[in-house]
């Protein structure tokens, strides 16, 4: 176990805020990785949401052995974003870094993540890229999971190829498109985070999605090409239990996002963006038989875009399968 630091006995740099729940099994793993960063200015906030394993028993383990651990209980189990903003409650840090207890850091994630910040002071989130990963925990070399996305590799090219950052002041409609912030991998000015409100508790669905846009509504955000972190995928999580594709979960964020005070631009992407995600949702509706939701999502396609002949051909071939199942029965 590593020895208490100043950041001890003083305001640490950086508040890494875990919320944990039943993740007896990863803990560990999880905890040693934030140990083992070579920038040591930091303080964790462990939250537990009344585990029934021995998650508990872990928290308390390293909070006796490192003055930076510090164990957090919730009264009752409440949800990630409850979580979290119950450890924001505890924080101390002028930045927040958010790691899930299943998940991994590089040895450098917070020197690189803190170089950034030092240089771009006035950035709501600094975010790098991250890899995801079943099973084993992979080797170097890494390639990060923002890099292989088709849009990300345009917006981000020159970035890619020379490893350096990108400043953006104006970052609405790349981090709505792009989804290239994961809570893993980013480090996120505490002050920005309390000036919206922390997490939204009145939301059901991706909170730390909702977080980015409503972060980037007036803040600016850096995105780094380097691997930071790394998004372990198990049996039992929540990406994991999605059956049905994501611009159907997306729709909930878009349609929270719709009743804030955007401006014209920022309303115009999430309009265009709704109308993408419905199109899609009507397509899988299509494919596992529920024509009625197929129609419906394929008339919001039509009414938050304008209609194109992918919104032509949908319809058409909604109408063509409800008369074949008509003629059927």
């Excluded at 537990?48 to 394993?53: A, E, Q, V």
């Excluded at 927040?96 to 991994?104: E, F, K, V, W």
């Excluded at 980013?186 to 059901?204: K, N, P, Q």
């Excluded at 990406?239 to 729709?251: G, N």
């Amino acid at each position: 176990m590593h020895s208490a630091t100043p950041s001890s006995f003083s305001d640490p740099a950086v508040t890494v805020l875990m919320p944990c729940f039943n993740t007896e099994a990863y803990l560990h793993e999880t905890l040693k990785s934030v140990l083992a960063q070579t920038c040591p200015d930091y303080e964790v906030v462990m939250v537990d949401d009344c585990s029934t394993d021995g998650t508990a028993d872990i928290m308390r383990w390293y909070e006796a052995r490192d003055p930076r651990f510090r164990a957090v209980f919730a009264d009752k189990n409440g949800g990630p974003a409850k979580t979290r903003n119950l450890g924001l409650k505890h924080a101390r840090g002028r930045y927040i870094a958010m790691l899930d207890s299943d998940d991994l850091w590089t040895a450098d994630a917070l020197q690189v993540r803190c170089d950034l910040a030092r240089k771009y002071p006035s950035a709501a989130v600094i975010a790098t890229d991250f890899l995801t990963f079943t099973g084993e925990v992979p080797s170097e070399p890494f390639t990060g999971h923002v890099r292989k996305g088709r849009l990300a590799r345009q917006v981000f090219a020159d970035n890619f190829a020379r490893g350096n950052e990108r400043l953006m002041t104006s970052p609405f409609e790349a981090v709505a498109r792009l989804h290239f912030a994961w809570v893993g991998a980013t480090l996120v000015l505490r002050s920005a985070m309390a000036d919206i409100g922390d997490f939204d508790e009145s939301f059901i669905g991706p909170e730390d999605t909702l977080l980015w846009l409503r972060l980037a509504r007036n803040g600016s955000f850096v995105f780094s090409p380097a691997v930071t972190a790394m998004y372990r995928q198990r049996p039992g999580s929540i990406v994991a239990s999605y059956s049905s594709p994501k611009e159907l979960h997306y729709l909930s964020v878009l349609d929270r996002m719709m009743d804030a005070p955007l401006s014209r631009d920022q309303r115009r992407v999430i309009g265009k963006l709704k109308s993408e995600c419905h199109l899609v949702s009507s397509y899988f509706c299509r494919r596992t038989g529920d024509m009625a939701a197929a129609l419906t999502h394929a008339k919001q396609a039509i009414a938050y875009g304008a209609l194109k002949p992918a919104h032509w051909k949908n319809l058409a071939g909604i109408w063509n399968e409800q008369i074949r199942g008509k003629a059927a029965g």
